[in-house]
């Protein structure tokens, strides 16, 4: 009698998806019993364990996945712990012979990773990684001198020089259970749902966590919308950008998918190819982030320009409590970080206003902002934050130099001329004229009498006057750079 084939479990991470799946469509094709497996990871070594903001979409996630997998045949089995413990238990119990899984790339996952193999391997259970995350592997990129890129250009050109990416993989149609059903955690249990009070109103009621709403929304993007997002990207109040960014963040959607159907919607219609290539420009910008963390496992810790060690950063600022808040005296400042409360999600261009305005008016360490973000971002990624707070801090790669300092007021008039993005996230202000909406204390006392504005009652004098601010950070950076011998801005 021919023995049974052996289950082949499938490590579920940052790809909570069915297709294009290289993880799941390896182990369906095996023509073995499939065990999906999801692990909420106990590890006191990582820092970067989801945030309150990430275990809501995470919630929901799983939530979805279960059901799609259960619809398949072999439902989502959801165990806690430390993966290589987890996961070789699990075949020992299971009788497993393989163990499929998606790679990530930064330090602590890169990490845990080797220990799963080693775990697994000393037991006789074969591991296999596969790539779903990215559209090229961190070391099939490098300069001419065999190091790893720091600008952002040339790296998109050597991507751009590589052959197309794989064509995604559809998801399986079924998936064979095992013979005895595998023990699970329930989701429930899990205390991912904010308790009381519940703080998540504001992102149900934007957002649907799941493969379907991910594939919906790329779909929407790519019908039309995508003609005119080179220009309405930049700006908050109007609906210009995809918005796939959490869904990517979960792995509910992969890049190959993204860049193939971009390119298809270019190909089909010639009028949206300019949008397509500066939405396909910023899906690079996602890779390029996720290379210098692999590269750079520092990145989410320290400057990667070292002299912004010395930098004289304020710290236990009150501030800081006005910025988190949203409540700086800065009208486009406080709606990004209004919105981000309420959302769970900011605006790019309000991303890098808020952020210069912590960095370089505050004078506040850049780490204080991406901590924040990683909380209550419900698209938090490890390479992208750390990437982009560097980026504005003009310590990172490729970074914005740290003399271009925003300006609150002119970056307001620019980008939301009329007020509306401030209007809809600071309401006090939403009787106030475009004129003055971006500049209260520069209004007259009239307009805010008519509006129904008190400074410093309904709304806060701003907390830093930004001329002052700017001289106080560029003499900042002046000294540091003295002390390092002048050498040229980052």
Not at 148 to 167: D, G, H, N, Q, S
Not at 435 to 449: A, E, F, R
Request: charged share 25%; aromatic share 10%.
């Amino acid at each position: 009698m021919t023995a049974a084939p052996r289950p082949v479990l499938v490590w579920f991470r940052h790809d909570l998806r069915l297709a294009d799946n290289p993880a799941l469509a390896a182990a369906a094709e095996r023509g073995a019993p499939v065990i999906p497996v999801y692990i909420r990871e106990e590890d006191p070594d990582d820092r970067w364990l989801p945030g309150a903001a990430s275990r809501w979409w995470l919630h929901g996630s799983l939530d979805r996945l279960g059901a799609a997998l259960a619809k398949l045949g072999s439902p989502l089995v959801l165990r806690s712990g430390r993966p290589e413990a987890v996961l070789a238990d699990l075949a020992a119990a299971t009788g497993a012979a393989e163990v499929h899984w998606n790679r990530r790339h930064g330090p602590a996952a890169a990490a845990r990773d080797r220990r799963v193999e080693e775990a697994l391997v000393t037991r006789g259970v074969t591991a296999q990684t596969h790539n779903a995350a990215l559209l090229a592997e961190p070391e099939s990129l490098h300069t001419k001198t065999g190091t790893p890129y720091k600008v952002f250009t040339p790296f998109w050109r050597a991507l751009l020089a590589l052959p197309e990416p794989p064509r995604p993989v559809r998801a399986p149609d079924r998936l064979a259970a095992p013979a005895k059903p595998v023990r699970s955690e329930r989701l429930a249990d899990w205390g991912l749902l904010p308790g009381k009070p519940d703080w998540a109103a504001g992102l149900r009621e934007i957002w649907e966590p799941g493969e379907d709403a991910a594939r919906e929304r790329l779909a929407d993007l790519l019908d039309g919308p995508i003609t005119e997002y080179p220009t309405l990207r930049d700006r908050p109040d109007t609906d210009g950008t995809s918005r796939l960014s959490p869904h990517l963040a979960f792995g509910e959607i992969g890049p190959r998918q993204v860049w193939h159907a971009a390119r298809h919607a270019a190909d089909a219609h010639p009028e949206r190819a300019a949008g397509v290539e500066a939405f396909l420009r910023e899906l690079g910008w996602r890779e390029f982030n996720h290379h210098l963390l692999h590269h750079f496992p520092v990145l989410p810790e320290d400057s990667l320009d070292q002299r912004f060690a010395r930098f004289p950063w304020r710290t236990g600022d009150a501030h800081l409590t006005a910025w988190k808040r949203g409540l700086t005296g800065y009208p486009i400042v406080d709606a990004g970080l209004r919105q981000l409360w309420q959302t769970g999600w900011m605006h790019n261009r309000v991303r890098m206003i808020v952020g210069s305005f912590l960095i370089k008016d505050l004078l506040l360490p850049w780490q204080t902002g991406q901590a924040w973000f990683w909380d209550t971002l419900v698209d938090a990624d490890l390479a992208n934050n750390a990437a982009n707070w560097q980026w504005v801090a003009g310590c990172g790669a490729d970074a914005s130099p740290f003399f271009r300092v925003f300006n609150p007021i002119l970056q307001g008039a620019k980008f939301d001329p009329k007020g509306d993005y401030v209007r809809r996230f600071v309401p006090e202000l939403a009787r106030l004229p475009a004129k003055w909406i971006h500049k209260p204390w520069q209004s007259p006392d009239s307009v805010l009498k008519d509006a129904g504005v008190r400074l410093g009652r309904e709304y806060p004098h701003p907390v830093v006057e930004h001329d002052d601010a700017r001289d106080r950070a560029l003499a900042a950076f002046a000294m540091v750079r003295r002390k390092d011998g002048g050498e040229s801005d980052p």
